[in-house]
């Protein structure tokens, strides 16, 4: 079963629509309604990438990196988003820490109200 701040592995698309390759997602919330859809947003090792006060760098030194099943410092990059159903996910790495993924969902919804 999927939750929000779990990090599962999907097939994210290329901004063009072609197939993207398999990688780390970070799931952000459930939609509502009866289908089992949730918003994903990608993760990347591609450090250099980021957007400050935006995207969230998770670091191999900080505490809650061993719990999410990643094998080096990754990206999360909020802004490349995804909705999906849960059963083309691919399973599950690990997680991230609660304070971490409130800071991730603050960040998205500032910039979705043009607060930044």
Known sequence: MISEGQIVLFRFPQTDQDEGKLRPALVLRKLPGKFDDWLICMISSQLHQAIPTL?????????DFNQSGLKQSSLIRVTRLAVVSEEILLGTLGDIDVNRLIKIKTNLAKWLQNSF
């Open 55 to 63: 995207d969230e760098v998770i670091y191999l030194e900080e505490s």
